[in-house]
């Protein structure tokens, strides 16, 4: 049941601009990771780069939810810093609240809704284009696969499965009543429930299954050498796992839950959106049966 609303956070962007500034031999640099601006580059040397939505800012991230100055980003001897400019949304590194702060290599700095990532000077073009192949593969929200790579890795494994005649079954899992959760305590808190969400599922998820956000609120799990039934197993223990947490979106303690929906590879569903589409009905009727509970289609 993919979410009929455009969402930013799961698709790559390509941002066409003047490219970086030529590196000096100590440069680093910040990545946009997730959110608007996706891909976009700021090299950091002894000039402060200023950050913000304003067209001046050295780092243009066009979204309300970051300020118009927001954060600056330095160089200082052997150490880079940054240094929030009093943004409405305070500037966080690894999710805590800063006013100024040393970066480390692989640091996150999250603004508003946008959130960057740090990579110092050692070997900085090489650890730049890791980034954006990451960028091209993963959501950056979650780290899961992003929906473009997992429908790839499906693909393959439908052709290997029915090659080889193995089983194959695909679960696609949808939070429940998640746009309430935004429209009242908003997107950053909706974030963070999607980012605990996809722990739970990877955690889940065994090292050879592929697990990936392929919409707002949605999230998939390809699982190879698995029929029906165990993965029936597999979805109820995701779903439990889910329902214990207590999430705190705004502060306010609450439980979530999802529906999952099961599909398995057979003659009738030998192509990737025909598995996806008997998922999707599967969990449809997850749904509209009282939601937080898992269907498989036969």
């Avoid at 963070?192 to 739970?200: E, K, P, S």
């Amino acid at each position: 049941m993919a979410s009929a609303n455009h969402d930013p956070h799961t698709t790559l962007r390509t941002v066409i601009s003047d490219g970086p500034r030529p590196l000096s031999p100590r440069s680093a640099c910040v990545v946009v990771i997730h959110g608007e601006g996706l891909g976009r580059r700021a090299d950091i040397d002894e000039r402060a780069v200023v950050v913000g939505r304003s067209q001046e800012a050295d780092l243009h991230i066009p979204h309300n939810s970051v300020s118009r100055r927001h954060c600056e980003i330095w160089r200082e001897g052997d150490e880079y810093r940054v240094r929030d400019l009093d943004a409405t949304n305070a500037t966080r590194v690894n999710g805590e609240p800063v006013r100024e702060a040393v970066l480390q290599d692989g640091d996150h700095v999250t603004l508003g809704e946008s959130i960057l990532k740090f990579i110092s000077h050692a070997s900085v073009e090489a650890r730049y284009h890791e980034e954006i192949y990451q960028l091209a593969t993963h959501d950056a929200l979650t780290e899961l696969y992003n929906r473009r790579h997992f429908i790839e890795t499906v693909e393959k494994e439908i052709a290997r499965a029915m090659r080889h005649q193995r089983p194959l079954t695909l679960c696609i899992i949808d939070v429940d009543l998640f746009k309430p959760i935004n429209d009242r305590y908003g997107h950053i808190s909706g974030d963070n429930v999607l980012r605990q969400i996809a722990a739970l599922v990877r955690r889940h998820a065994r090292n050879d299954d592929a697990a990936a956000r392929i919409g707002g609120e949605e999230f998939a799990v390809l699982l190879p050498e698995c029929g029906a039934e165990a993965a029936y197993g597999f979805a109820e223990r995701l779903r439990e796992a889910v329902a214990e947490v207590l999430f705190t979106p705004g502060g306010d303690p609450q439980h979530i839950t999802v529906s999952i929906g099961i599909a398995a590879l057979n003659p009738a569903r030998d192509t990737c959106s025909r598995m996806m589409a008997a998922a999707d009905a599967a969990l449809y009727r997850a749904k509209s049966e009282g939601r937080n509970r898992v269907c498989i289609e036969y």
